[in-house]
C-alpha cells in the first residue's frame, strides 16, 4: 500500500517521539532537560544500567550510544513491538488521530475477508471456553486439573473444549449467521469427502488458542482427549490467517517479556508454555507440532538475539535439538546464537516444574550449553576413536558442519573451540604424581625488596597485559591509527575483561581523527572509570606516544612494536606448551632444536629491533653477539696472526 504525498510528515508532526518512547523506557530525569526535549534513558535495545540512549524529541530522532541503535518513532515502533512497516503506521496514526488512507479495491476485499475471519475465530474462542463447563467436559477438566492448571489459568490462556459430537460448533456458527465459506475458510469445518454436510475439525479435544504477534487469534491447538485418536496433538490447517511454518504459541506475551530483558525460551508444547509463563518464565514460545522452521528461527532472533532452547530430555528431544544446530549454522551472526537448556532424561519443562518448583528449571537455564558444544557431542557421541582412521573421520566431519557457517569470524571461533574439545578428548591432563612425567616448577617466591612490586603482586600474565594497556591507550590517543591496525586490533587476544571491552568498542566505533570525542564516546558506553583506569597505569603515562599525543608516527611505530612482541611472546608461549605436551613420548634432537629456536624467538620478541640491529649480530647458535666486542676479537686475532707470520720469516714464494 502507497501512503499519499505529506502523511507521513503529517504523522511525525502530530506524535511525540518522547511520548512513544516513554511506554518503554525510563527517563533519567537528572540528565534530561524537558523543557528542551532533550531525554535520556537507558536503552530498550540492550542492557545496561547507565542512561546512554538519548531521544531528540525537536527532530524526532533517537541515538544510543552503547549499541548504536537509531531511528524515528516508526523504526521505534517496529524494532519493539515487532511489526511491519504499515502496521507500525497504523499504530501511531490511531495515536494521533488520524485516519488511514483507502487501500486500493483489491487489498481493501482482501483485509476486509481477513477481518471476517478473524471475527468468525473470536467466536469460536468463545465458544470453545463456554463447552469446557459443560458435563461432557468433565473428563478434560480433570485431567487439566491433574495438569495443575486451574480456573484462573484456564481463563489466562482460554482453553475450551471441542465436545466429540460431529457438527457442534457448525451448528452454533450457522445459527449466528455466519456464513459457511467463512466456516470453512477458517479452518473450523472440511468439507466431506462423500458428498455430506461439512463437519467440524475439532472433536473431544482441549483446545488451546493460537494467536498471532498482534494478539488476534489465528487457529487452534488441539489435545486429543481419546487414547485411541491417531493424532494426540492436532492443530489448524493453513488458512489466509494461519502459517504454522511462520508462527509461535503465546508470541505477543513473549516478545514483549523479551523486550524487558526477560530469557526468550522455545519449548516444545503448549503446556510446556503455559507451565513456564506460569512459573515466572513469561518469555516462552512453541512452534507448531513440527520441528522449528527457519522463518520461526528468523522470528525467534527478531525477539531475542540468543534464545534459549528447552527441549525434553528424552532420545526425541535431544534429537531436534541436534537437528536444529544443522538449520541454525549457516544462519549465525555476530552475537546471535542459540543455547540449549536439556531437561533431565525423560522429562519435559513441565514436569520439571512441577515435580521442583521453578528455581530448578532456572538452574537449567543459566546451564544451557552453547551450539558448539551440542554440535560437538552430536559428532563424537557413541564413536570409538581408538585408530588414526576414526579420528581422521571425526575431523572430517566437524570440518564439514563448521564449513556451514557463513560468517568467517563465527566459523574461525568455532575452529578454534573445536581444536580445543579435540586436545582435551586426545590428551587428556596427566597426574603430576605420576613418575618420569614432567611437571612445571612451582614459581620463587619474591624478594623482601621486590614483594610489594606491581609485577610481584601481578599475575603470571601481568606484562602482556601491561603491553595491552598500551596498545588500547596509544589507539583512543591517536584515532587516525585506528583503520591502519584494525586487523591487528581485531585479532589481539586481551585476557583483561576491562581491555576485551575496550577492544571490543574501539573496533564498533566510527573511525575519525577526534581524540576528545572518541574518549567521550567511549565513556558514556563503558565509563569513565575504565579510562581512567586504563591510562593511571604508570607504563601507560611514560609510553611515548601518550606523553607526546601530536607525534603520530612515533605512535604508529610504538603500536607495531607493542603488537609484534605479544604476538611473538603469546606464539612462543604455545609452541613451548605443545613441545612440553610432546615430552609425553621420547625428545629427540628435533624437539631440542624447537625449543631453542622458540626461546630465541622470544629473546628476539624482548628487545628492540633498532638495538639489535644496531649494537649486537646473531651468531650460529643463535646466541647475541656485541659488534663493538666482535671487531675488537677479529682485530686481536689478526694481530696474534701478523706475530706468527713475523717469526716464521719470509714466506718460501716471497
Not at 499504530?91 to 485516519?99: K, S
Not at 618420569?436 to 624478594?447: D, E, I, L, S, V
Request: proline content about 6%.
Amino acid at each position: 500500500m502507497s501512503l499519499p504525498p505529506g502523511f507521513l510528515e503529517e504523522l511525525r508532526t502530530r506524535i511525540s517521539l518522547t511520548q512513544v518512547v516513554g511506554r518503554k523506557v525510563v527517563w533519567d530525569l537528572r540528565k534530561s532537560n524537558q523543557g528542551k526535549g532533550d531525554m535520556w534513558a537507558p536503552c530498550p535495545f540492550h542492557q545496561e544500567k547507565t542512561a546512554s540512549f538519548h531521544v531528540d524529541d525537536r527532530k524526532g530522532y533517537y541515538y544510543c550510544f552503547g549499541c548504536h541503535a537509531k531511528g524515528d518513532a516508526i523504526s521505534f515502533v517496529r524494532e519493539t513491538e515487532n511489526v511491519g512497516f504499515m502496521e507500525a503506521i497504523e499504530i501511531l496514526a490511531r495515536e494521533a488521530g488520524m485516519q488511514m488512507p483507502a487501500r486500493d479495491p483489491v487489498a481493501q476485499q482482501k483485509a476486509d475477508h481477513r477481518g471476517q475471519l478473524i471475527e468468525v475465530m473470536e467466536q469460536a474462542v468463545r465458544h470453545y471456553r463456554m463447552q469446557l463447563h459443560t458435563g461432557a467436559a468433565s473428563e478434560a477438566r480433570a485431567y487439566l486439573e491433574r495438569r495443575g492448571l486451574n480456573a484462573d489459568v484456564l481463563a489466562r490462556w482460554e482453553i475450551g473444549f471441542a465436545p466429540p459430537g460431529w457438527r457442534g460448533l457448525w451448528t452454533h456458527l450457522s445459527g449466528k449467521g455466519v456464513a459457511a465459506d467463512l466456516i470453512l475458510g477458517a479452518g473450523l469445518a472440511r468439507r466431506s469427502d462423500k458428498g455430506g454436510e461439512p463437519y467440524d475439525v475439532f472433536r473431544n479435544r482441549i483446545l488451546f488458542p493460537i494467536r498471532d504477534g498482534r494478539g488476534r487469534a489465528v487457529a487452534f491447538g488441539g489435545r486429543a482427549m481419546d487414547p485411541a485418536d491417531t493424532a494426540k496433538y492436532l492443530n489448524s490447517p493453513e488458512t489466509d490467517l494461519f502459517d504454522k511454518g511462520r508462527t509461535l504459541f503465546n508470541l505477543a506475551p513473549a516478545r514483549e517479556a523479551a523486550g524487558q530483558g526477560r530469557p526468550l525460551i522455545v519449548a516444545e508444547g503448549y503446556m510446556d508454555v503455559i507451565a513456564l509463563a506460569e512459573a515466572g518464565f513469561p518469555g516462552a514460545v512453541a512452534p507448531l507440532g513440527t520441528a522449528i522452521t527457519e522463518d520461526q528461527l528468523r522470528l525467534l532472533w527478531r525477539l531475542h538475539p540468543e534464545p534459549v532452547v528447552a527441549l525434553d530430555g528424552d532420545k526425541a528431544g535431544i534429537g531436534a535439538a541436534r537437528r536444529l544446530v544443522d538449520l541454525a549454522l549457516p544462519l549465525l551472526e555476530a552475537g546471535q546464537s542459540l543455547r540449549f537448556a536439556l531437561m533431565p532424561p525423560g522429562q519435559d519443562p513441565d514436569d520439571v516444574i512441577r515435580g521442583a518448583g521453578a528455581g530448578a528449571m532456572e538452574r537449567l537455564l543459566a546451564e544451557a550449553r552453547p551450539m558448539v558444544r551440542i554440535l560437538w557431542d552430536r559428532e563424537t557421541e557413541g564413536r570409538v576413536l581408538d585408530s588414526p582412521e576414526r579420528k581422521a573421520a571425526l575431523d572430517r566431519d566437524l570440518r564439514a558442519a563448521i564449513a556451514r557457517i557463513k560468517d568467517p569470524s563465527i566459523r574461525r571461533h568455532y575452529g578454534e573451540e573445536v581444536n580445543r574439545l579435540r586436545w582435551e578428548l586426545f590428551r587428556p591432563a596427566r597426574s603430576p604424581a605420576r613418575k618420569g612425567k614432567w611437571k612445571a616448577p612451582a614459581p620463587a617466591a619474591p624478594m623482601p625488596s621486590t614483594r610489594n612490586s606491581a609485577l610481584a603482586a601481578g599475575t603470571p600474565r601481568f606484562e602482556e597485559s601491561l603491553r595491552e594497556a598500551v596498545v588500547l591507550a596509544v589507539l583512543i590517543t591517536h584515532p587516525a591509527l585506528l583503520s591502519q591496525f584494525a586487523g591487528e586490533l581485531e585479532q589481539l587476544e586481551c585476557h583483561d575483561p576491562d581491555h576485551r571491552r575496550l577492544q571490543g568498542a574501539l573496533l564498533t566505533h566510527p573511525h575519525d581523527d577526534d581524540a576528545a570525542a572518541l574518549r567521550a564516546g567511549l565513556a558514556a558506553r563503558l565509563g569513565e572509570k575504565t579510562l581512567e583506569k586504563l591510562f593511571a597505569l604508570s607504563h601507560v603515562r611514560i609510553a611515548p606516544p601518550i606523553r607526546d599525543p601530536a607525534d603520530t608516527e612515533k605512535a604508529a611505530l610504538c603500536l607495531a612494536e607493542e603488537l609484534a612482541k605479544l604476538s611473538a611472546a603469546r606464539g612462543a608461549d604455545r609452541e613451548i606448551e605443545d613441545a612440553m605436551r610432546d615430552l609425553e613420548g621420547m625428545a629427540d634432537e628435533g624437539l631440542t632444536w624447537r625449543l631453542g629456536q622458540v626461546a630465541e624467538a622470544r629473546n628476539r620478541a624482548g628487545r628492540a629491533e633498532s638495538e639489535d640491529k644496531a649494537n649486537y649480530e646473531l651468531g650460529p647458535n643463535g646466541a647475541r653477539i656485541s659488534r663493538d666486542e666482535k671487531d675488537a676479537f677479529a682485530q686481536l686475532l689478526q694481530q696474534i696472526d701478523f706475530g706468527r707470520r713475523g717469526r716464521r720469516g719470509p714466506s718460501r714464494d716471497g
